[in-house]
Structures are given as C-alpha cells and as structure tokens.
C-alpha cells in the first residue's frame, strides 16, 4: 500500500539555525506534497505545498523540495526560531492524503 | 479564514458507552474527514466524505461509523467504546476532491476510555 515516511522521528537545532527535515513517499503516481506544523495542542496546520510538476517551492522562511526520481521531499526552514517547535508531517496527494508519522522538531534557544 | 470546531477538547468514557464526537465547517467545503492520531503511528484515517449522506471507510473504520446529514457537520461514532479507542481525534476539511487543497484541521478530541 502507500506510505509516507519521515527519516527522523527527532530533530533538535540551535535558534538561529537551518533546519532540514525529510520525506520519502512511496507512491510515484502523487502528484500533490503538503507540509503541516503541528504545535501543542493544536490540530495540524498548512505550511507549504508543491505540485510534481515543480522541484522546489519558497515560503517564508520555508522551502520544499521535491526530488521524483527517488520520491523524496524535504522542508528547509531558514534561520529557526523557538516558535518553530512542533510536530512536521508531511502528507502526499490532496483528496484522501497519505500522512507521514511527523518530527518533532526542537529549537534551543 | 476556515474554522473547524469540534465539540470537545477532552472527553472521558467507559467501555461500552456509545460516544458521538462532532466536528462543524463553516465554510462549506465538500470533503470532511476523521482521523486518530497516536505516538509513533502518526495520523490514521477513520472515514471521510466527500459529499452528504456519503461516507467512504479510509484505513482503520473497524469500530467507528459516521454520519454527515449536513454538508457542514460530520459526526464520528463509536457504537461501543474500548480501551484501545484512547486517541487524540482530529477533524479535517477541505473545498473539493478535485482539485489540489491541502486540508483545514479542528483542535482535536483527546477522548479516554476506561
């Protein structure tokens, strides 16, 4: 079946600092990628999203990239900030999504 | 903005009691959905809907039923409560099944069953 997965269920940074943290999905027919955030507390919330037709996407403060070769995407967050603390799920397709498990990302300050 | 409103933050139950947990959108979106959410097995979705009076199973239905009589209500039921059925529940919308949407989240039911 489909799954999605992130590559580390942890991630801790120093405020200030770039963080990366990365999917793989497994069903190549997905054509539509969203990262949520996922604060204490409080039900996911939208971040960022790409279509496969694209390879890299900005926000503020936020970048996805999308590698299809080998089904891979990743969220790039700029100069993180403690209020960036949170669960980050990535989730595949737009309609019925596929969610990955999510990675707590810590800030310290 | 999009809001969706659950009913209860935390709930708790007995085993064997019926529970209802109900979720409101208010802006008329078409797709709805409910999923549990739990440490280390992420989010898992229980049914959704993409119409009214439409209901579709998604991964884990077993033990759970729904109902959506309004497009802007869709209720989770669990006919007979377990222990296992502890979770976090979230409700989720979003405009279409057509076209590309992420999904608008409530705050979730953190409902307990003893």
Known sequence: GESVGLHLPTLSVQEGDNSIINCAYSNSASDYFIWYKQESGKGPQFIID???????????????????????????????????????????????????????????P | DVKVTQSSRYLVKRTGEKVFLECVQDMDHENMFWYRQDPGLGLRLIYFSYDVKMKEKGDIPEGYSVSREKKERF????????TNQTSMYLCASSPSQVSYNEQFFGPGTRLTVL
């Open chain 2, 75 to 82: 209720s989770l039921i669990l006919e007979s409560a377990s």
């Open chain 1, 50 to 108: 790409i279509r496969s037709n694209m390879d890299k996407r900005q926000g503020q403060r936020v970048t996805v990239l999308l590698n299809k070769t080998v089904k891979h995407l990743s969220l790039q967050i700029a100069a993180t900030q403690p209020g960036d603390s949170a669960v980050y799920f990535c989730a595949e397709n737009a309609g019925k999504s596929t969610f990955g498990d999510g990675t707590t990302l810590t800030v310290k």
